[in-house]
């Protein structure tokens, strides 16, 4: 009896081992499945995709800028001296030549006089000498140097007679008194500013435009204009400036010359907008072949993206053309219906597997 009862238990512990085994087993390869799983996920690089597609974008380009005075000036101050009169005022329309002020000449007077006195003496001491001259009566030196000295009588009357042209204020532009900074009475010494004049008949839009579009255009186009307080109006500006280098933007700075209406209805400081357009794109939505801008890798100047196929990328140089904020133009390297990676490049070698993240 014992002995029947130690062989089933006997063979319920070898059961129990089986069982154990198979459940080990059964572990082991449920165990190797997901390391395989996991091994595969982790040799795949998780990106962002988009299409390049035709897509209809609005074609116009637009640079925004400030209109500056075609001409403005801080006028200062010639000698020293008190201001006797002011002639303008804050808003005066001047001509160039115009006075503006006049400063008191009594010491401008003084030195004149003493210079037309020194001329007419260095004048009369010359003549006495080239006479002698004639007779033996100097030496050649003498007469040289009364010359010198009569030359030298001469610039000295030239300059005083400047400096008394200077107590005449006279504007050099034509313009608009902006600023009136002296009153009569004050007392102005050389380099102080009496006036700010600004020419407004004309002005000049400052823009920056990308390298894409500043070859296409040359010192002379005409270019369509818009002010923001004119919404409904158009101007027509001719570019009178292009930077041969780009500014810390990469772009290039353009001045673009605006006639002003009679009324002066444009003003320095307002803020307007140059639109580049050709006759045959306008202001319509066109479809162009396009792709974003977060496919180029390292920037859009790089001119590479990666190219999704068969779940694997690779990179790719491609031709770029217009800028139009998100979109960029595809002239060549690209197809309709191609699918270019936006994020991840930075995790990306040639040839490698992706798995797109929905």
Known sequence: MKTIKKIGIAIAVIGLIVLAGFKLAANKKESEEETRIVAQSND?????????????????????????????????????????????????????????????????SIDLSAAEAAYQN?????????????????????????????????????????????????????????????????????????????????????????ENHVVN?????????????YPDREFVGKISFIAPKASSSLNFPMDIQVSNGTGNELKAGMYGTAVFSSADDETQNKPVLTLSRDAFV??????EVFVLR???????????GRNFGDWV????????????????QINLDDGATVRIIK
Do not use: C, W
């Open 310 to 320: 068969d779940g694997k990328a690779y990179l790719k140089k491609i031709v770029s």
């Open 122 to 210: 260095a004048l009369t001491d010359n003549q006495r000498y080239e006479n002698a001259l004639l007779t033996g009566g100097v030496t050649q030196q003498q007469v040289d140097m009364s010359r010198l000295q009569l030359k030298n009588a001469k610039a000295q009357l030239d300059h005083a007679r400047i400096k008394v042209g200077d107590t005449q204020v006279r504007a050099t532009i034509n313009g608009v008194v902006n600023r009136r900074l002296i009153e009569p009475g004050s007392y102005v010494s050389p380099g102080t500013a009496m006036f700010e004049i600004v020419n407004v008949s004309s002005l000049k839009l400052r823009v920056e435009v990308d």
């Open 298 to 303: 390292g920037g859009l100047s790089s001119g």
């Open 44 to 108: 795949s690089i998780s990106v962002n995709v988009s299409k390049v597609e035709y897509r209809d974008i609005n074609t116009t380009y637009v640079a925004n800028g400030t209109f500056e005075a075609f001409q403005e000036l801080n006028f200062p101050s010639e000698i020293s001296g008190k201001v006797i009169r002011v002639l303008v005022d804050e808003g005066s329309h001047v001509k160039s030549g115009q006075t503006l002020a006049v400063i008191r000449a009594d010491q401008q």
């Open 217 to 229: 255009y040359k010192v002379g186009d005409n270019i369509k204009v818009k002010a923001g307080v």
């Open 329 to 344: 133009e595809v002239l060549d390297g690209l197809k309709d219906g191609d699918t270019v990676v936006t994020s991840g």
